[in-house]
């Protein structure tokens, strides 16, 4: 089992940044891969970015040279760094890990979400 827990979310202006943290606890945290998604009202959940156990990163397009996502291992956290941020990505963010090292499938633990709110 792995328990998830999301912060940094908030408020900001359109071009503003934000830096999202999750920590993770329950089990080795350098075992399994991990990943931020974004949820929109009326929107389906969407892949963010993700990252394996050994550092291997992949960023959804609209999100690609304005966030970045890292992770350190010593923590048990992942952050999403957020620069340039517009009013659509508005959306709750969502922390996840899978049950592999490596990205296979859907994750299979959820952290509670995080609101962030870009205003124009």
């Known amino acids: 089992q792995v328990q998830l827990v999301e912060s940094g979310g908030g408020l900001v202006q359109a071009g503003g940044s934000l830096r999202l943290s999750c920590v993770a606890s329950g089990r080795p945290f350098s075992s399994y891969a991990m990943g931020w998604f974004r949820q929109a009202p009326g929107k389906q959940r969407e892949l963010v970015a993700r990252?394996?156990?050994?550092?291997?990163?992949n960023h959804a397009d609209s999100v690609k040279g304005r966030f970045t996502i890292s992770r350190d291992n010593a923590k048990n956290m992942i952050y999403l760094e957020m620069n340039s941020l517009k009013p659509e990505d508005t959306a709750v963010y969502y922390c996840?890990?899978?049950?592999?090292?490596?990205?296979?499938?859907?994750?299979?633990?959820w952290g509670q979400g995080t609101q962030v709110t870009v205003s124009s």
């Open positions: 990252i394996s156990s050994a550092g291997g990163i």
């Open positions: 996840a890990a899978y049950s592999t090292p490596y990205v296979a499938g859907n994750p299979r633990y």
